[in-house]
Every structure is written in C-alpha cells, then in structure tokens.
C-alpha cells in the first residue's frame, strides 16, 4: 500500500520545478515540531551527531525509525513541499501521522480491508489497517508477533470491519458502497457480503449471483455477472472482479 | 476454405458516446416510451434494454474510476456531468432507429462533435 508521505498534494508546477527544503530550515522546523507531536506513547527527537548529521528518531512500542534530515529534506523537496515553515511543519506532521502502525494498534484498533497484494495490481488480499484521523495506514506484523497473536488480531480486525458505516448508492442494477471519509475502508462491508446482499434487497435491488468489483481505495460496485462485467470490462483502470462467495478464500496479506 | 470465422463470437467492441446528464435522461426516456408504447422486436427490446443498463453503469463506472473521464473533460472543457455511455453498435443501430429520439442526442450518437 502506497501512501503521498507528506499530505496533501502539490501543484503540478510546484512538482517540476520544486525549490529545495533547506536541512537547517527542517532542523529549526523539526525542534519546534516534534516536541510538540510528541506523546507519553510516541516519542519523538533529533538526534544531533557531530560531523554526521542530524537523525529523526520516532519511537513508538516496539517501532522504532532513524531517519536522516537530509534526506527527509531531500523527499519533501521532491514531493513538491514549498520551503515555508509552515509547508514544512505541515509536511513532518503528514510524515509522523503516516508512521507505522504498532502491533498493539492493530490489536486494539484494526479494521480488515481489502487491498492489492501485488505491485501490479492484479490480485487482493485482506490487510489489517487503522484509522488515523482521515488516514487508514496499512499494519505489518512485527518480527515478535508469534502465530496466535496475529490470529487474534485478525479476527479483531475482522470483527470490528462489521461495523463501519458505510453509504449505500443503488444505480439501477448496481450497488455501489462507500466510506464517506476514508475511502480505504470502502472495503470493510466485505467481510460480511451476506450483509451486504440483505442491505441491496431491503433497498429494493434483486441481485442473484452477485459479483463484487473491487478497487482498493475505491468504491465497491456489487451486481450480477454480466453488468459486473460490462462495468470492469471497459474501463483500463485495475479491478478485481469475484462471485461473494470467493470473498472468504481471499489470502491475508 | 471456408472464411466465416469459427468458435464463439469475441467480446463485443463498446464505443463511447459522451453525454450530459441531461441528454442521458432524454435517451433514457426515449427508450423507455419506445419499450411501453408500441411493440418492438424483442431482439431490440434485449438492446435497447441494454442501453437503459448502461447508462446506469456508465454513472456507476464514474462513480468507482472517476479519473480517466475527469481528464477527458478537463481536456476538453466539459461539464462535470457528461460521461462516456459506451454501447456496441447493435444498441446504437436500435437506438438509432427510435424515432422519438431528440435530435441533437441523435446527432452525439451519430458521431457529431460535442459542442
């Protein structure tokens, strides 16, 4: 799962030819920032080495990153981030938000979704996210998560994806589900399309045989086979399209 | 050698209309007098039957993939409700064919530049 590491986008123009984000300008930036940022939880510090520059270091649980400022400078000046000290504070509280996830986050707070599980976007898997304000960030288990805590973490996961809300559009013979702030956990009502089926008929739509196309990131469109095949079919975007029942099979990733 | 070709027929080719949401709904109710008020061939109910399919499907496409048809209508100076209806061309011969069809929809899906 890709995520833009500093917010918002930028403009085209500001994408070609972008100024370049000073080190002592982050560093001044970072000093007020990260203190700020900072939790009983997640800490947050500069690491100041002489002659070896500066290093970001975020810990939280048992993530930990060291990230040097030049080269944070370095990507927020190629993602476009204009050298104001308040484009910069913006972008180091846009990298922070997009930290891992902990193990204990994924425990306590996970929600199952679905999502690519190849570069090239040819097949999905279920992937245990968490929400972050208007971010669902993607969690990868840690090296000490052993068989049975990934397992509950999971059904966790799994158990508390029953419960977002989601809107429901009904286009003719398709029904389209979305989230209407995240739009990653579009996907959530997967995990029960039994549901999903219950909540189309009471709207009023008869859908035998229903196949769901899937976007990750996007809405979820559910319809009989050959409308599901007439809306994939001519569109050059990435999709995967499946009978509900198939849902179930589908790896974690 | 026989040059008729073999096996089942390949996918058929959809072509892209685009029209606005206004236009839509007068081919939508074009459709639908043509379907209650007169017999037709039921060979051209299953078409036209289709094209009342797309033209929803052509709101759920935009709806899941906006992007490709955003471009286009940034390109080109589009509002933001006209969308790609794509039928094959028996849908458009039958469509074609419908004479309470309003002119200037018959005109789009004749192939006439967009204003």
């Given at each position: 799962m890709t995520y833009p590491r500093f917010g918002g986008s930028a403009g085209?123009?500001?994408?070609?030819?972008?100024?370049?984000?000073?080190?002592?300008?982050?560093?001044?930036?970072?000093q007020e920032v990260l203190p700020?940022?900072?939790?009983?939880?997640?800490?947050?510090?500069?690491?100041?080495?002489?002659?070896?520059?500066?290093?970001?270091?975020l810990e939280e649980d048992e993530r930990q990153l060291r990230v040097h400022l030049a080269e944070l400078a370095d990507d927020m000046t190629r993602a476009g981030v204009r050298p104001t000290h308040e484009d910069i504070a913006d972008a180091l509280a846009a990298w922070v938000a997009r930290r891992p996830v902990t193990d204990a986050a994924a425990a306590t707070a996970g929600v199952a979704v679905l999502d690519w599980s190849d570069r090239n976007e040819t097949a999905i898997g279920w992937r245990v996210v968490v929400r972050r304000g208007e971010l669902a960030l993607p969690w990868s288990p840690s090296s000490r998560t052993d068989a049975t805590t990934l397992h509950g973490t999971r059904t966790s996961a799994t158990g508390r994806s029953h419960g977002v809300p989601l809107d429901l559009r009904v286009e003719g013979p398709v029904a389209l589900?979305?989230?209407?702030?995240?739009?990653?956990?579009?996907?959530?009502?997967?995990?029960?399309?039994?549901?999903?089926?219950?909540?189309?008929?009471?709207?009023?739509?008869?859908?035998?045989?229903?196949?769901?196309?899937?976007?990750?990131?996007?809405?979820?469109?559910?319809?009989?086979?050959?409308?599901?095949?007439?809306?994939?079919?001519?569109?050059?975007?990435?999709?995967v399209t499946l009978p509900w029942p198939r849902l179930a099979d589908l790896p974690w990733l | 050698?026989?040059?008729?070709?073999?096996?089942?027929?390949?996918?058929?080719?959809?072509?892209p209309h685009w029209l606005a949401g206004a236009q839509r709904t007068q081919l939508a109710t074009a459709v639908r007098q043509a379907l209650t008020s007169r017999p037709v061939h039921p060979v051209a109910v299953i078409h036209?039957?289709?094209?009342?399919?797309?033209?929803?499907?052509?709101?759920?496409?935009?709806?899941?993939?906006?992007?490709?048809a955003a471009r286009v209508r940034?390109?080109?100076?589009?509002?933001?409700?006209?969308?790609?209806?794509r039928l094959s061309a028996a849908e458009l011969s039958s469509v074609l064919a419908l004479a309470e069809l309003p002119a200037p929809v018959r005109g789009l899906l004749s192939g006439n530049a967009r204003a």
């Open positions: 085209l123009l500001q994408r070609l030819r972008p100024v370049r984000i000073d080190v002592a300008d982050l560093k001044d930036v970072a700020a940022l900072s939790t009983p939880t997640l800490r947050l510090h500069l690491l100041q080495r002489p002659g070896a520059g500066s290093l970001v270091v589900w979305s989230h209407p702030e995240v739009p990653v956990l579009a996907t959530a009502a997967l995990v029960a399309p039994e549901r999903m089926l219950q909540r189309i008929t009471d709207a009023g739509l008869a859908m035998a045989d229903m196949q769901v196309v899937v976007t990750p990131r996007r809405p979820v469109a559910c319809a009989g086979p050959a409308i599901a095949a007439r809306l994939a079919g001519e569109t050059t975007e990435a999709s | 050698m026989s040059a008729l070709p073999s096996g089942a027929p390949g996918p058929e080719v959809l072509v036209l039957e289709d094209v009342l399919t797309e033209l929803h499907v052509a709101a759920a496409r935009d709806a899941v993939w906006p992007a490709s940034l390109a080109t100076g589009w509002d933001d409700d006209v969308l790609p209806v």
